[in-house]
């Protein structure tokens, strides 16, 4: 299992990830208007919630070294809702290889859990790595 490090978003984060994605929707920046739609807050982008999930984050490409070639696919499913001072806790594991002449694919499962334990976030990367020589 790797694991990143714990991460507190803020309401800077959302900002940040707004300004990158042109994401304007209101629901991810108006009080009122996220809780006239029956959320308790604005909720944080999905895609920035899943880039919580990259590989960088963790010790996964320290581990494997040098035969990284490509991420090739990333799939998820956003099962509850992220606000500003949510704490989140991500985790990738190997579920599965298959080789591939000379290289291989590398599948991980993908989590995140909120501080509350709830998972928030599951889902599958996969990697295509070369084959130690």
Same mark, same amino acid.
């Given at each position: 299992m790797f694991r990143a490090p714990s991460r507190t978003l803020t309401d800077a984060h959302a900002t940040a990830f707004q300004a990158v994605s042109t994401d304007n929707h209101p629901i991810h920046y108006d009080v009122e208007y996220a809780q006239?739609?029956?959320h308790t807050a604005p909720v944080v982008h999905g895609l920035q919630v899943l880039a919580f999930t990259a590989p960088?984050?963790?010790?996964?490409? $320290?581990? !494997?070294?040098?035969?990284? !070639?490509?991420?090739?696919?990333?799939?998820?499913k956003f099962l509850k809702e992220v606000h500003a001072g949510d704490t989140l806790?991500?985790?990738?594991?190997? !579920?599965?290889?298959?080789?591939q002449g000379d290289?291989? $694919?590398?599948t991980t499962?993908?989590? !995140?859990?909120? $501080?509350?334990?709830?998972l928030v976030l599951t889902g599958e990367h996969k990697y295509l790595l070369r084959r130690h020589a």
């Open positions: 006239r739609h029956g960088g984050a963790t010790l996964f490409p $320290q581990y !494997i070294g040098d035969v990284f !070639i490509s991420f090739t696919e990333a799939s998820c806790y991500s985790a990738l594991e190997i !579920i599965a290889l298959a080789p290289s291989g $694919q590398v499962r993908a989590t !995140i859990h909120n $501080q509350r334990g709830e």
